[in-house]
């Protein structure tokens, strides 16, 4: 839910006391500054996750059951993916990649990102 709320202010939300937090945070912004070297990468980013793409609408959408499933439990999300056609919800692990790069090309320069840490 959290890349969501990103989508729309450009910023994740923090938790101040949370080590995990800081650390997904920390990774971000090295991520960010090591494609600020590597334009080409930058660009294949964008274009991946661009609005104008199914796959990253779809992307979104599986983003929002994730977050249904936090709010409602496993098992009304797992009804609702069956009737999207989806066989199981996917396991955060097989996302979390995904939803990596996703944050990353939200973040863009890794303004939001850097602030925070400091």
Do not use: H, W
């Not at 930058?42 to 977050?67: D, T, Y």
């Amino acid at each position: 839910m959290n890349l969501l709320i990103c989508e729309e202010q450009k910023k994740l939300s923090t938790f101040p006391k949370c080590p995990a937090d800081m650390e997904l945070r920390a990774r971000i912004a090295d991520f960010s500054r090591l494609l600020e070297e590597d334009s080409e990468a930058k660009e294949e980013l964008k274009r991946l996750f661009s609005f104008a793409r199914p796959e990253a609408e779809l992307f979104r959408l599986l983003l929002r059951l994730k977050g249904m499933e936090i709010y409602f439990g496993r098992k009304r999300a797992a009804l609702l993916a069956r009737r999207l056609g989806l066989a199981r919800m996917p396991e955060d692990e097989e996302i979390k990649p995904s939803a990596f790069l996703y944050a990353v090309n939200l973040l863009g320069d890794g303004d939001g990102i850097d602030k925070e840490l400091s």
